[in-house]
C-alpha cells in the first residue's frame, strides 16, 4: 500500500472534529453552520453569480480559441473510455441520484410552495418552475465542474504533474509554495469537501432508498433499517472499486444509464406526452430568452424574492462549487486523450441537454398531476415526490422498481467515485490508488455517514459543505489563471516554431549528389 500523505491525516482530523461535533451537539452544529451559510448566502450572492458566469464565460471561450487544439495527453494518447461510456461516467459522478428525485420535487415546488417571482399555481408560476430548474442543473452547474477537470487533467496528463489541486498552482505560486503548508491546505480543503459531501450525501442517499422501499414494499421506516442499507451499499461500492475504474464504476455507470434512459422512455409513452414535448419546448425557449437575467438576477429592493433567491440559486451555485473537488478530479481521470475543445462541448453541453429532458419528463408528469387536480404531489416529501408520480400512470409499480434500482446504482456509482478521488489525493495524485486506501476511505465515509444521520447532523454537515465553496471558489479562480498562463504561453510557443519550407533547387543538388555517390 502506497504511503498516505500529511493530507490525509490533516483531512481526517478535520472530519474526525466534524462528526464528533455533530454526534455530541447535532443542533448546535445545524445551528451555527445555518448562521454562516446565511451570512454567506447575504453578502456574497452577488459574488457567486458572477464568479459562475465567470466560470461559464471562461468555458465558452476555451471552445473557440486555439488553446481547444490541445490534447489532454500525449499527441498519440487515444481515449481510454468511448463517448457513452465517458458521457455515462462522467454524468452518474455529476448529478447521480439526485436527478431522479429532484426532477419531481423542484418543479413541483417552484409551482406550487414557493414561487421565484409568480402567484403560486398559476401558469407563469408553472412556467418558472421547469424554467428555473432548467436553469440551476444546466451549463452553469457544468461549467464549474468542466473548468476544475480541465485545469488539473491538463497537468496531469499533458505537462505530467500530480494529480492534485495544489499541482495547478505552481505556475502562479511556485514549486516551493505548494509542496510546502499552502499546498497542503489546498490539497485538504479538496478532501474535506469530498469527504463531508459524499458523507451526507451517503446519508441522505440510504434515506431515499429507505423510503422508496416503505413506499413500494411497506418495509421497516427505521433508523436501523437505513443502516442495513447503507452497509448493503457500502459492500457494493467498495466491491465496485476494488475492482478498479475500468471495470466497476464503468460498467455500473453503462447499466444505470440505460436504465434511466428505460425509465425516462416509459414515463414519457404512458404519461402526458404532447404537454411534455410543448412544455420542453417552450421551456427551452424561455431558458435562452431569460438566460442573462436569470444569471444576473439578485432582487436587491424584494427581501421575499432574494430570499428565494438565497434559499434556490446561491445555495446550488455554492453546491456545485463545493462538489467540484469530487466531480471534477473523477472527469479528470476519466478524459485523457481528448482535445480541450471535445472536452468542453462533452462536459458543458451534453450532460445538461440530458438533465433538460429528465426534468421536463418527470417534472411535467407531476405538473400535470397536481394541476388537474389528480394527486398533491406538493404534499409528498423529497424521498417520496417521484413514487408519489409514477403511481399514478400506468406502469407505475414497474417504474417505481426500476426507479430504486436506478437510484441504488447511482448511489454506489458516486461514493465509489468519491472514494477512487480520494485515493489520489491520498497517494500523491496516484492515476490508480492501492484498493487498500480506497477500503479505508469507502469506510470512513460509510461510518460517518451512519454516525451523523443516527445524530441527525445530516444538515449541519451540508451546510458545511456550502461553507466550504467560498474558499475553494477562489482555489478554482487560481486554478484557471494558472491554467491559461501555461496554456496560452504554449499556444504562442507553438506558432512561433519556424516550419520547414519545401525548396525545389535544394531539393534538385541533394538528389543529384546522391545518384553520384550511388554510381561511384
Not at 481515449?79 to 429532484?102: D, I, K, N, Y
Request: proline share 3%; hydrophobic share 55%; glycine share 8%.
Amino acid at each position: 500500500m502506497k504511503k498516505v500523505t500529511v493530507v490525509f491525516w490533516n483531512a481526517l482530523a478535520v472530519c474526525l472534529a466534524v462528526v464528533i461535533w455533530g454526534s455530541i451537539a447535532p443542533d448546535n452544529l445545524k445551528t451555527v453552520t445555518a448562521d454562516v451559510t446565511g451570512f454567506f448566502s447575504t453578502y456574497f450572492g452577488w459574488y457567486y453569480l458572477l464568479i459562475i458566469m465567470i466560470f461559464l464565460a471562461f468555458c465558452v471561450y476555451l471552445i473557440f480559441s486555439k488553446i481547444g487544439k490541445i490534447k489532454l495527453g500525449k499527441e498519440d494518447d487515444k481515449p481510454e473510455f468511448s463517448l457513452p461510456t465517458w458521457f455515462a461516467m462522467l454524468f452518474s459522478a455529476g448529478m447521480g441520484m439526485g436527478l431522479v428525485f429532484w426532477t419531481t420535487a423542484e418543479p413541483i415546488s417552484h409551482a406550487f410552495k414557493s414561487s421565484p417571482s409568480g402567484e403560486l399555481g398559476t401558469d407563469t408560476a408553472i412556467k418558472q418552475a421547469l424554467q428555473y430548474s432548467f436553469f440551476h442543473w444546466g451549463v452553469h452547474a457544468w461549467a464549474v465542474y468542466g473548468i476544475v477537470a480541465l485545469v488539473l487533467a491538463y497537468f496531469k496528463f499533458h505537462r505530467g504533474a500530480p494529480g492534485l489541486v495544489s499541482a495547478t498552482l505552481v505556475p502562479i505560486f511556485g514549486e516551493k509554495s505548494m509542496s510546502g503548508i499552502p499546498g497542503k491546505v489546498v490539497d485538504t480543503l479538496a478532501v474535506v469537501a469530498t469527504v463531508v459531501g459524499v458523507a451526507s450525501t451517503l446519508g441522505f442517499g440510504s434515506a431515499q432508498i429507505k423510503e422508496g422501499l416503505v413506499f413500494l414494499f411497506s418495509a421497516p421506516d427505521t433508523f436501523w433499517f437505513q443502516i442495513v442499507i447503507l452497509a448493503v451499499a457500502t459492500v457494493l461500492f467498495i466491491g465496485s472499486a476494488w475492482s478498479g475504474i475500468g471495470k466497476g464504476i464503468k460498467y455500473l455507470s453503462n447499466i444505470n444509464m440505460g436504465l434511466a434512459f428505460v425509465l425516462l422512455l416509459m414515463l414519457f409513452i404512458v404519461g402526458p406526452t404532447l404537454y411534455i414535448l410543448n412544455m420542453f419546448t417552450s421551456t427551452i425557449g424561455g431558458y435562452l430568452a431569460n438566460f442573462f437575467e436569470m444569471s444576473f438576477h439578485l432582487e436587491p429592493l424584494d427581501q421575499e424574492n432574494r430570499t428565494w433567491i438565497n434559499n434556490w440559486t446561491i445555495f446550488y451555485w455554492a453546491w456545485w462549487i463545493s462538489w467540484a473537488p469530487f466531480v471534477g478530479i473523477f472527469i479528470a481521470r476519466i478524459s485523457k486523450g481528448r482535445t480541450i475543445k471535445e472536452f468542453m462541448l462533452g462536459v458543458l453541453i451534453v450532460p445538461a441537454i440530458v438533465c433538460f429532458i429528465f426534468f421536463t419528463v418527470f417534472g411535467v408528469s407531476a405538473l400535470h398531476l397536481e394541476q388537474n387536480g389528480i394527486a398533491m404531489i406538493s404534499d409528498f416529501s423529497l424521498e417520496t415526490a417521484t413514487f408519489g408520480v409514477l403511481e399514478q400512470y400506468p406502469l407505475g409499480e414497474l417504474m417505481s422498481l426500476i426507479t430504486v434500482f436506478v437510484v441504488a446504482i447511482f448511489f454506489i456509482t458516486s461514493a465509489d467515485s468519491a472514494t477512487f478521488v480520494l485515493g489520489m489525493l491520498s497517494t500523491k495524485g496516484a492515476l490508480n490508488p492501492p484498493s487498500n486506501v480506497k477500503i479505508v476511505w469507502g469506510l470512513a465515509q460509510s461510518a460517518m455517514a451512519g454516525v451523523v444521520v443516527y445524530f441527525g447532523g445530516t444538515a449541519g454537515l451540508q451546510n458545511v459543505l456550502i461553507i466550504a465553496a467560498l474558499p475553494f471558489s477562489f482555489v478554482i479562480l487560481l486554478m484557471g489563471a494558472s491554467f491559461y498562463k501555461v496554456a496560452s504561453n504554449e499556444v504562442k510557443h507553438t506558432e512561433r516554431r519556424p516550419r520547414m519550407k519545401f525548396n525545389k533547387d535544394r531539393f534538385k543538388v541533394a538528389s543529384l549528389r546522391k545518384r553520384k555517390e550511388t554510381k561511384s
